[in-house]
């Protein structure tokens, strides 16, 4: 049995664009945690980080990815903060191979720069309020079955990259 492949990193580096692809090639259903949370809330997730606060998030988001990762033949896209979980994390190493999608943060900024959808970033600094997110996670990130760096692939070159580690793992 293939194991699923689970998609983490920051937001904006393209895991649903990837991921979409990459479900497609294995012929596997493709997962969007986040939104799959949007769904089960009937809100934008901004909203739901306004309503209830980022702990009633991280909760529900937590209880879809445990339940998802338990399906065959997925491709998982986890939101940006969901890797940080160690019970998410432990799920994943058990029953999927993971990626590391990574992107520069100059690369990062521009494409979030104009985003008003990301509750963390806010109305701050968005080049700090990155590099700042990016530092608190980047080592638990590193705890993925593989890293790739997509700075410069277009999404079909990421998809060929994940592929050559999946099928030989």
Request: aromatic share 8%.
């Amino acid at each position: 049995m293939k194991k699923n492949v689970v998609l983490t990193g920051m937001m904006g580096v393209g895991k649903s664009t990837v991921g979409k692809l990459l479900a497609k090639k294995l012929s596997f259903n493709f997962v969007d945690i986040d939104a799959l949370i949007e769904k089960k809330e009937g809100s934008p997730i901004k909203v739901i980080f306004g309503r209830h606060g980022e702990n009633y998030f991280r909760k529900l988001e937590q209880e879809l990815v445990l339940q998802e990762i338990h399906k065959r033949n997925s491709v998982i896209s986890l939101g940006g903060g969901a890797f940080l979980s160690r019970s998410i994390r432990s799920a994943v190493r058990e029953f999927s191979i993971s990626f590391w999608l990574d992107v520069n943060l100059d690369i990062l900024t521009k494409r979030l720069q104009n985003n008003v959808n990301r509750p963390l970033l806010g109305k701050k600094n968005i080049s700090e309020t990155i590099n700042k997110i990016y530092l608190e996670r980047k080592e638990t990130y590193n705890e993925a079955s593989f890293k790739i760096n997509c700075s410069f692939l277009k999404p079909g070159e990421i998809v060929k990259e994940i592929l050559k580690f999946y099928e030989n793992s």
